[in-house]
DNA sequence: GTCTATAAATTGATAGAC
DNA sequence: GTCTATCAATTTATAGAC
């Protein structure tokens, strides 16, 4: 156990702690004692790893955004329609954690993006522009045109976003379970009618 | 000035800046000091008012609720199908506010969800509530069945919220705009696939 | 009813021993 | 690198004068 080992090893930790703590309890309500409690780092020992609250909290967004491109690459051996069906059921795997705290994500945007001055403000909305974007770029594999797979990727994610703060707020699975299930078939139904009019 | 006058007064007051505080700040980033300091009350008297923040919370919501129901019974004129449409529109009317807080009933039931126990997120819950039940009447009254009602209602309110979600995201009144138009544009598409159907 | 003063606990962050 | 002890400021809430 040499020093770079362990102190890569709290810092990971600390972020892990503080990325389900930020999703649980919300960025405010979240203190920088429950994350040293939950991470068994002294509360004064937080500050030797990250200099600040914010610093801590854009690690934990740069940590989101790893995640997300490793659940992208892991879809890479689909089709894009069966890749956009697979990111509308995303929130299915996580059911439970999502009824009870919503998208880690979503969440963690709406708190920050209220403090337009904080740099918290513009790198949280780098997750959801991931989204956006990725599910453009698979919208256009599907033959959509460049601004109309934009709309249509802004309108997708939203009715997720939408879905999964319904689902929170009354708490119910179903709710999540058939929401997304008519959001998939909206996007089925985009995709016959594009074909329909390509045959036309 | 009698004393019942000016009691009722600071208590309106009082709600009145937390109300916008908690939309502005968000709710755990709102002190009472913030709210004291808003309303032109000392400190010290807002517990004369309300024994807690919570309590203050709870009569927030209440005004939310009574702010809706003003609202929906100023529709009351139009018919069911443009009263959906004006819902749709109702966040482009404070678009600037939208884009910078998000909305203020969306935005404060996800912060208060996170905490399944307290009191404060079953009230919350009761403003989404009422969005879903006031457009699951509009769309009975278009003629659809009452569970398909409730559906397309939970799909319409996920719409609308989370476009308010991306629009505050990405401080862009466009997006709102432009997202909130193909909402629209859905439910014109729902209502006259249904008139096709109830001709043929 | 209204206010000042303050309690009691907690916050993010720092200092300095080891 | 790691920890304890602590600061200075702020939090919700209360006590008690007027």
Do not use: R
């Given at each position: 156990m040499n020093p770079a080992y362990d102190s890569a090893g709290k810092r990971k930790e600390l972020v892990r702690a503080a990325k389900e703590l930020f999703h649980h309890e919300g960025f405010h309500k979240t203190t920088l004692q429950m994350i040293a409690r939950s991470a068994g780092?002294?509360?004064?020992?937080?500050h030797y790893y990250f200099p600040s609250k914010q610093s801590l909290a854009e690690a934990v967004i740069a940590s989101h955004l790893s995640d997300l491109q490793t659940a992208f690459a892991s879809w890479e051996s689909e089709g894009p329609l069966e890749r956009l069906r697979t990111l509308i059921r995303s929130p299915l795997r996580s059911a439970d954690s999502v009824v009870q705290f919503g998208c880690p994500h979503g969440s963690l945007c709406q708190e920050l993006q209220k403090?337009?001055?904080?740099p918290l403000a513009r790198a949280g909305a780098g997750l959801l522009q991931a989204w956006i974007d990725w599910s453009a770029e698979q919208l256009t594999a599907l033959g959509w045109e460049a601004s109309v797979a934009r709309q249509m990727a802004g309108q997708l994610v939203a009715a997720i976003q939408g879905t999964m703060l319904l689902a929170q707020t009354f708490r119910s699975p179903e709710l999540l379970t058939d929401q997304l299930g008519r959001v998939e078939s909206w996007l089925e139904e985009q995709q016959s009618s594009s074909a329909e009019r390509r045959k036309a």
């Open positions: 780092v002294p509360l004064g020992n937080v403090d337009a001055e904080s």
